[in-house]
């Protein structure tokens, strides 16, 4: 799809650390104020729906928007709910003062015997287009089965 943008990143964790959180901010876009409308995207119907400024994170891709619709931008993660974590992950801000907007997409590793070293990969995906162009590109991306 021309209006979207795989993102693959990888975390490591060194040995010989002793956490047993991780919290990992996989990917975060700072908008103009300009993206004014927020939205959730849900997988189940295809929808966008109004979503508050919050701040903070809940379980569905979020989708910022300018007034009319026409620059749109949002976030995917088939990674997406971390263990434990099923009601957040996608996060969203409005910093009146500083005049933008911020969206992101967060992993969390929780272990009480401690995070295992090593790598932790997670898949994103940027859409960007017209309100519409996104919600069809979410809507496909979601039904790919995972790994293509």
């Known amino acids: 799809m021309p209006n979207v943008v795989q993102y693959d990143v990888t975390f490591t964790v060194p040995e010989g650390e002793r956490h047993h959180y991780a919290q990992f901010e996989a990917l975060t876009g700072y908008m103009p104020r300009e993206f004014q409308s927020f939205w959730t995207f849900r ?30 931008m949002g976030v995917y993660s088939p990674d997406q709910p971390s263990a434990g974590y099923e009601k957040a992950g996608y996060g969203r801000w409005r910093f009146e003062q500083e005049q933008v907007v911020k969206w992101n997409c967060v992993f969390r590793v929780r272990d009480p015997q401690g995070v295992p070293p090593g790598a932790y990969p997670y898949r994103l995906f940027v859409v960007v287009g017209t309100r519409d162009d996104v919600r069809r590109s979410l809507t496909a991306l979601v039904a790919k089965p995972a790994g293509d």
């Open 43 to 72: 997988p189940s119907t295809g929808e966008l729906q109004p979503l508050d400024d919050g701040p903070g994170e809940q379980e569905f891709p979020v989708v910022f928007s300018n007034a009319q619709g026409t620059h749109v």
